[in-house]
C-alpha cells in the first residue's frame, strides 16, 4: 500500500447545524459547505475546509449526522453522545487495487466500493485491524491526481 492524501477526517455528531456553529465560532472556519444529505449511507455530511500550507491543499473536516434508520454512526453516538472522531479518509488512485491489497493483508474490507460523498468510489476497512481507527479509502477525484 502507499500512502496517499488524507481526503478527510470524519467526525460524527447528534447535530450538524451545532457543529457548524463550533467550527465557525470557536475553530474560525471560513469554508464550510451546504450540509446535504446521502440517504443511501444513511447520513446528512457538511464538508469544513482546513487550510493548507498558503491557504491550499488543506484537508476537510466531514461532519456526519445519522439520518433516521442509520445504525453504524447512530451505534457510535450511543457510546459517544456528544459524537466524535470518527473516520479517517486516504485517497488512492485505483479503489479495485487498493481493495485487493488490503484484502491481501488479511485487512477486513466492509462491503463493495460504492459511491461516496465526493462522489468517487470508497470503501471502509474494519477499525480492529486498523489499530482502532475506522479507516475510509477514497478513489481520487479524476483530475485530481
Ligand atoms: C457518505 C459516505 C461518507 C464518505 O466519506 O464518503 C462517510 O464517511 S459515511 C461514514 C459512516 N459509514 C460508515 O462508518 C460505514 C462503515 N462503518 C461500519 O460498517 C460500522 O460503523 C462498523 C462495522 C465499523 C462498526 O459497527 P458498529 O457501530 O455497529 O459497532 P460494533 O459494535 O460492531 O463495533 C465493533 C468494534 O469496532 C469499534 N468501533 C465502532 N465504530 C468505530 C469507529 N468509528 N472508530 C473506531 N472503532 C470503532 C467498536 O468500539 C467495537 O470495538 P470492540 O472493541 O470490538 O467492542
Ligand atoms: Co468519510
Redesign the pocket.
Known sequence: MKLGRLN?I?VATPSIADSIVFYRDVMGATTICEPFD?PD?G?K?CFVDTPGDGGTNGTQI?L?EPLPGN???A??LE?NPQGGQ??M?YEVPDIHAAKAEFEAMGKRV?GEPRI???GTP?F?V???DMG???T?I?ETPKGDH
Do not use: D, K, N, T
Request: proline share 3%; hydrophobic share 45%.
Open positions: 478527510h470524519g446521502m449511507q447520513v455530511v466531514e456526519i445504525a453504524s454512526i451505534g457510535f457510546r470518527h473516520h479518509c466492509l461516496g460523498a465526493h470508497i471502509f474494519h477499525p480492529r482502532g481507527v475506522l475510509e477514497m
